[in-house]
């Protein structure tokens, strides 16, 4: 690759902007099951229905008959009509009510384990403890939560 040095900046930028949309994702879908139906609703229509019709009237322009034509189309339009619906169903359930009382769980875990790592940290300075000993100070961090 000629100046593959100079084009190393560019991509570090593609990098860091898919870490950056990751976490926006992961930040602002706080479900897991609502992602993969958002993705789902996206991505299997356009596997299942969409594509595969395309494919076929490109491949076989020429060579079809009005009904393989007609069948082609229907699946694109079942799958496009699919997308649709899969993608508003989605979006709605996501932007619920929902969504708001997972939030506030979630807000609840982070501080929980921020106040953890908060007295493990100082139970540790404070008792000057051993690398050794560190596990066994884990093990009664955690079970006394």
């Given at each position: 690759i000629p100046d593959a040095g100079k084009a190393i900046w560019k991509g570090n930028i593609l990098r860091a902007l898919v870490v950056l949309l990751t976490g926006m994702v992961v930040i602002l879908i706080l479900n897991f099951a609502?992602?993969?139906?958002?993705?789902g609703a996206c991505c299997c229509t356009l596997l299942s229905f969409i594509l595969p019709g395309l494919f076929h009237l490109c491949l076989f322009k020429g060579e079809m008959n009005l009904k393989e034509q007609v069948l082609?189309?229907?699946l694109i339009i079942i799958g496009v009509v699919g997308t649709i619906f899969g993608v508003w169903n989605s979006v709605v359930h996501i932007s619920s009510t929902e969504t708001a009382s997972t939030a506030d769980s979630l807000i609840t875990s982070a501080k929980n384990v921020t106040e953890s790592v908060i007295q493990f940290t100082t139970d540790v300075i404070t008792r000057s403890v051993a690398p050794s000993h560190v596990w066994s100070l884990i093990n009664t961090t955690t079970e006394q939560s």
């Amino acid at each position: 690759i000629p100046d593959a040095g100079k084009a190393i900046w560019k991509g570090n930028i593609l990098r860091a902007l898919v870490v950056l949309l990751t976490g926006m994702v992961v930040i602002l879908i706080l479900n897991f099951a609502d992602l993969v139906a958002l993705v789902g609703a996206c991505c299997c229509t356009l596997l299942s229905f969409i594509l595969p019709g395309l494919f076929h009237l490109c491949l076989f322009k020429g060579e079809m008959n009005l009904k393989e034509q007609v069948l082609d189309w229907l699946l694109i339009i079942i799958g496009v009509v699919g997308t649709i619906f899969g993608v508003w169903n989605s979006v709605v359930h996501i932007s619920s009510t929902e969504t708001a009382s997972t939030a506030d769980s979630l807000i609840t875990s982070a501080k929980n384990v921020t106040e953890s790592v908060i007295q493990f940290t100082t139970d540790v300075i404070t008792r000057s403890v051993a690398p050794s000993h560190v596990w066994s100070l884990i093990n009664t961090t955690t079970e006394q939560s």
